[in-house]
């Protein structure tokens, strides 16, 4: 009975189809909002404003001036021909140049030097297991260039051309920076590792550095890391900031960075770990990956000093 009422209702009562229709479809879209997550503010938010995240935990960082630097020089090197190193000292320093170290024996006493306060050990034993070596002093405070190259006469007279076939068991050069006796009372830093690569023979990739370590005279080790920078200027900036120059137009030029986010506000935040240096204070804490590699962000720190007061 109550069927054909129905049936009758609808044939005669075109309101009754339509909302039979309505009601099926609100029941079909609570359900459907109910099984992915009925948000409404989510759905009703400006997509001009921020999504709530966490901000991003700020590393805190400490000022030490580094006392040392060393880039490769432009010009060609090879294990026959040598190599050119530029140096950069604010103290005078002894620049020691090692040829064809073991890598297990420097990996050895790099760990070994934590515990000491000076880089005594680390002379010593680069010495006693190197194929050549030579010692440079570093009196002024500019950039010099010093040639080095393996000697013959340290290596009874056979002529190096490669240093074996790959995994290599030995680097082609450390280069050991270390501050000068009357020095090392007024710095903190007192000696600096470089182990660089040199093409030889074998293996033709082009001459660049492997790693940097930093020692304190506390007997501490830190691997010094380069930043990569949003804009063309890099090289520069970073030639200044390691060698602790610090001039108006380097000054201007380092604040002429804009945000890759944003592209208005200066770039101020170093994100952790990829060490991508690309965006302003506001946009660093809506972050959670970088703008650049897309890598997850753990910390960030203030590039600059006076930004961060």
Known sequence: MVAVFLVTLYEYSPLFYIGSVFLCFFVTAAM???WIGFDVNAILRNSDEAESVLPTPEKQMVRVPNPFTLELSSKPASVTEGAWVRVFCLESSVLSCFWGCDTALVQSVLQKLQH???PGPLLQSLALHCLSSQTFQVKTTNWTEFFTKVDTEQTD???ITDFGPLPR???PLVALLS?????VDRQNIVSSVTVIHIPDGRYSLSQRILFQYLFTAQGNMYELKPLFMSTESE????????????????????????C???QNATVTKVLLPCRHTCVCERCGQLLQHCPVCRGFIMEAFTLTQDIAS
Not at 179 to 183: K, M, P, R
Not at 235 to 258: F, I, L, P
């Open 32 to 34: 459907v909002l109910g």
């Open 116 to 118: 000491s306060p000076g």
């Open 157 to 159: 007279g056979k002529r």
């Open 169 to 171: 068991r030995c680097y």
């Open 179 to 183: 501050l000068a006796q009357e020095a």
């Open 235 to 258: 090289d520069r900036a970073e030639s200044s900031v390691g060698s602790g120059e610090n001039t108006e137009e380097q000054d201007s030029e380092w604040r002429e960075r804009d």
């Open 260 to 262: 890759v986010v944003c």
